[in-house]
């Protein structure tokens, strides 16, 4: 590298660790968060409400592509000056209505694929939680997110670097326990639970008819829903590998714990290549496929992955630790030593997946961002499992 390039590093090395580093620990903190009230209540989900598990990776990178996806547009529109930075503007409520109606009908699939594969037990319950989860954890993530993309926009930071980490892991830290709190009702008043999904459902349309939405702005973002819904059944296949592991994740302990912020922290280095690659992209700041400023990000952000690692094993053995009283093997250390070198894998891939989008006039920020947070997820639940199974001996 030349002196240039070099220089280049040291700067981006230094954004990372100053901007986008505390984005994806407190990002972390949220996914682990999650992951207490999975790993405390993973055998309560795997006897009693089997679907969930197959549901659950795909609601999980479902708010990550789309709310990550959404909060790229944010930011290119705030670049492009084509979005006010405010919240009060109209287009935001408009945005994450579109988002909700995005979210529901893949939601809705998923849920079918579960009772078709045979996983029957207790199936109309599990279709009220994922719908009644889906909705409210869709209106308070489109306002996060919003604020988010906005708040680091009048700072004067990239949102880029910041937004997608904070968004799927905040979809992360609420959708777990939502759906464990749900749960946690159908078992104390089943009456009531419906009762709630009723009065959801009703504050849904309302914030519909609110909202003003055309036919013609849903069918605008036609490409992202099509996309979507297409990786929402592709991550069927993350569903499937967790339930079929499901007693290998378990018998490790930890990893149970971990695999939401697992799963969320490979999202967020891919998903923050490619708001970047795409934002540069769109400004005509990368030329070429061999691009060194393209590169220099991705290893900017890679110093920061044996951070990120460490971290989550050890404040996920804390919090395993403090609610279960169980130690922390130490076969965990095959996952500190390797993580970093996963985190750099799907930082390459998000950034061959979103310049040959590109190329190919397909915009990133509506495709590369879900395509890339969910093939994160197959690869983080295939990532997971192989390690349960060093870990265990299985």
């Given amino acids: 590298m030349d002196d240039e390039i070099m220089g280049e590093l040291r700067e981006k090395i230094k954004e990372a660790y100053r901007v986008t580093l505390p984005s994806l620990f407190t990002s972390q903190v949220f996914g682990l968060f999650g992951g207490t009230f999975l790993g405390k209540y993973f055998d309560v989900i795997r006897n009693q409400f089997p679907g969930l598990l197959v549901v659950l990776p795909g609601m999980m990178g479902l708010r990550g592509n789309v709310f990550g996806s959404m909060a790229s547009r944010f930011s290119t529109m705030l670049y492009l000056g084509e979005l006010e930075p405010s919240v009060r503007d109209r287009k935001v409520l408009k945005e994450i209505v579109l988002r909700m109606l995005i979210s529901l009908i893949p939601i809705f699939l998923l849920w079918a694929i579960g009772v078709i594969t045979g996983i029957k037990k207790n199936a109309l319950d599990v279709l009220l939680i994922v719908i009644t989860s ?57 009456w009531a639970f419906r009762i ?22 849903f069918l605008e973002l036609k490409q992202v829903f099509i996309t979507i819904t297409g990786l929402a059944l592709l991550s069927t296949i993350s569903g499937s590998l967790l339930a079929r592991f499901s007693d290998v994740i378990q018998a490790s302990m930890i990893l149970s714990f971990i695999y939401p912020a697992v799963l969320s922290s490979f999202g967020n280095y891919g998903s923050i290549i490619a708001a970047k690659t795409s934002t540069k992209l769109h400004l005509g700041e990368i030329e070429s496929f061999l691009c060194p400023g393209a590169f220099t990000d991705i290893l900017a952000l890679f110093t920061t992955a044996p951070v990120i690692g460490l971290t989550k094993v050890l404040i996920g053995g804390f919090l395993m630790i403090l609610t279960t009283g169980a130690n922390v093997p130490r076969t965990i250390s095959i996952l500190i030593i390797t993580y970093p ?20 006039d397909i915009d990133p920020d509506h495709v590369a961002i879900p395509l890339i947070s969910n093939n994160s997820d197959i690869f983080g639940t295939l990532y997971v499992v192989l390690i349960a199974r060093l870990m265990v001996g299985g």
């Fill in 196 to 217: 709630f999904n009723y009065a959801v459902i009703t504050f849904f349309l309302a914030l519909t008819l609110l909202s003003r939405l055309r036919k013609e702005e």
């Fill in 134 to 190: 889906t909705i409210l954890v869709s209106f308070i993530l489109g306002y996060f997110t919003s604020f988010v993309t906005m708040f680091a926009f009048k700072r004067g930071t990239d949102p880029d670097s910041v937004a997608a980490p904070l968004v799927a892991s905040m979809g992360d830290f609420l959708t777990v326990p939502s759906l464990v709190l749900f749960i946690l009702l159908i078992g104390k008043s089943p």
């Fill in 341 to 360: 070198l996963m985190a750099l894998f799907i930082m390459l891939y998000s950034y061959a997946v979103s310049y040959l989008l590109f190329q190919k």
